[in-house]
């Protein structure tokens, strides 16, 4: 006799994990780039997210092909070199019913388009920034991008002179409003960190080791793969419980500290050091900065804050799509030209 095929496992919509896939990828084999996708797809598979809410916006490099490869339903953007920055604004600007989730790259976010991620951070935009992070240039043959360490090696033995740009440091300083490191290997930090995310009302920088397999996974990297597996430091035992699923916690007092979400969801870090709060702006950047004297790269959640208002908030936008309001509120009366003409004289 012969058996039914059980039915696909489907999250809060009725969606299965295969409705949040994309394309498949042209990365090289083993790029540390593929497994945050796979990361990214069952965040919002298990946050149950609905696909055509999303925009996906991208840059120029390997990174920004990631979005082809998750979310085939989602809107999608691929902008220059740089640029993804002020194509996410104008499309929350326009639509803020979209989640805005942009994939960048070192290079991408740290050289040619550092000032528009400036202003990105300071603006407190609701956007998820994942930048995947591996110090090269994967396009152009592996030159170092502005995030590589000091001291560190390309193939070719150059050695890198210059100081990094941290990204976090940056982010956390500017204004954004979570902020976190991870590595593309720690399936588990990574999941529940872009979960979180998720759930965060404003700017969400997320800065992610991913090894270059072809350019920069060798002795004298401190981006391979062995370099970070030796000198990684969790800052927390991250959990996150989405508010729709029925799961109690128990936990110790004075063992970990919750940070309430704007959905009502809870993200629940475990403490590893006594003294550290993520919710305190100069604790973090002392922090980011004691683990580089060390020569430890930190992971985890550095710094959340829920009570900052979005740049949506400041402006005071409309619920409504731009694009589906009548002429008759968009478009100013002939008094209104009138004035400012006045004004001009």
Known sequence: MATTPAAPKTNRLGLSVIDYRGGKTTLCAGCGHNAISERIIDALYEMGVQPE??????????????????????????SVHGRMPSVATGAVLANRG????????????????????????????????????????????????ATADLGSKLKTGVVNELPPIDTCELAISLGATFVGRSFSGDKRQLHTMLKAAIAHRGTVLLDVVSPCVTFNDHEGSTKSYKYMKD???????????????????????GTTLE???????????????????????????????????????????????TKAPTFLDMLNITDEPLATLPPSVVRPGREVLDQVMEELR
């Open 53 to 78: 809410r999303v925009a996906k916006l991208s840059g120029i490099g390997c990174s920004s092909k990631s979005p082809a490869y998750f979310l085939s339903r989602a809107h999608s953007f691929n």
């Open 98 to 145: 979209l989640m805005a989730l942009g994939v960048s790259g070192d290079g991408d976010t740290a050289s040619i388009g550092v000032g528009q991620f400036v202003h990105l951070m300071r603006r407190n935009l609701p956007i998820i920034y994942i930048i995947e992070d591996n110090g090269v240039y994967g396009l152009t043959k592996g030159q170092f991008s």
């Open 231 to 253: 000198h990684e430091e969790p800052l927390q035992e991250i959990d996150f419980i989405p508010v729709f699923e029925n799961i109690s916690v128990e936990y110790d007092p």
């Open 259 to 305: 940070v309430a979400m704007h959905d009502g969801s809870r993200l629940r870090l475990r403490k590893l050091e006594e003294d550290y709060d993520p919710t305190n702006k100069v604790r973090a950047i002392t922090r980011l900065n004691e683990a580089k004297e060390e020569g430890e790269i930190l992971t985890g959640v550095l710094y959340v804050n």
